[in-house]
Every structure is written in structure tokens, then in C-alpha cells.
């Protein structure tokens, strides 16, 4: 699993924690999930096309499976992931990685690492925007 650590984002931050906790975790979904969008897209380009299960198969969610909790307990911001595979696209690690009869054909880390910079920029700027919507909303509801 690939992961993206962003600092500097203090002030940000301090916004989202004196959000109600469920706004704040609405919105930082929200961005993530805009900002996973690139990613998706350009994987669903690189990948490579046989019946067509595996491009339909790129997708992202919150979802994690057991291990990958139990991996992950201790993380306090919410995740994303940019995934391929599930029914009908099992193979999707073996492309991606390759296998004793062929060789690796990468798709899923080369999109990662061409979008990464751009679904960062999308994400830093949802979670501002959301974050001023936000507060106007609370400030707003809290003076009537």
C-alpha cells in the first residue's frame, strides 16, 4: 500500500478538530475522495485491457478489509484507497506485480505517482473550502 503524509498543514487541521466530529469527518471524505479521482482516472488508463474487468474494477472507498484494520488501528485521520480487483478482477495484483509467466505491467503505482501531486492540490483545496462552508453554516445557526 502506497501512502501520502502531508505536514504543514497545521492551522487547517485546528479548523477541521473544532468541527463538530461529524462534519469534520464529512468533510475530509469529501475531499479525499475528490482528490482520489485523478488517481482512479489515470490508472484506469494505464491498466491494461483484456475483457475490460479489470479497468471497471478501479475504483476507491473507505472500506478496509480485517488485516488491513488491523494494520491501520491506530491511524486518526480517516483513509482513503485507490484499489483494483474484487469480483470478476482478481488478477489485479498479479499485473500489477507480475508473475513467474510474465512480467510486472504496472498500472496502479505509476498512476499514484503521476496524480499524486494533483490529487493533493484537490484535496488541500476542498477541505479549505468545506471547512469556511462549514463554519459560515455553524456561525450561522448558532446566532438565530
Request: positive net charge.
Amino acid at each position: 500500500m502506497l501512502r501520502l503524509r502531508v505536514d504543514g498543514l497545521q492551522e487547517l487541521e485546528r479548523n477541521l478538530h473544532e468541527l463538530p466530529r461529524s462534519v469534520s469527518k464529512r468533510v475530509v471524505r469529501h475531499a479525499l475522495r475528490k482528490g482520489g479521482q485523478p488517481i482512479i482516472e489515470a490508472a484506469r488508463a494505464r491498466a491494461p485491457v483484456r475483457t475490460g474487468a479489470l479497468k471497471a474494477s478501479i475504483g476507491g472507498g473507505y472500506r478496509l478489509s480485517k488485516r488491513q484494520k488491523r494494520l491501520h488501528r491506530k491511524a486518526s485521520a480517516e483513509e482513503y484507497f485507490v484499489g483494483a480487483g474484487g469480483k470478476g478482477a482478481r488478477h489485479a495484483h498479479l499485473q500489477e506485480f507480475g508473475t513467474v509467466h510474465h512480467g510486472p505491467r504496472p498500472f496502479l503505482r505509476p498512476a499514484f505517482m503521476a496524480e499524486q501531486g494533483e490529487a493533493l492540490r484537490i484535496v488541500a483545496d476542498e477541505l479549505g473550502k468545506a471547512v469556511m462552508r462549514a463554519a459560515k453554516r455553524l456561525g450561522a445557526s448558532v446566532r438565530r
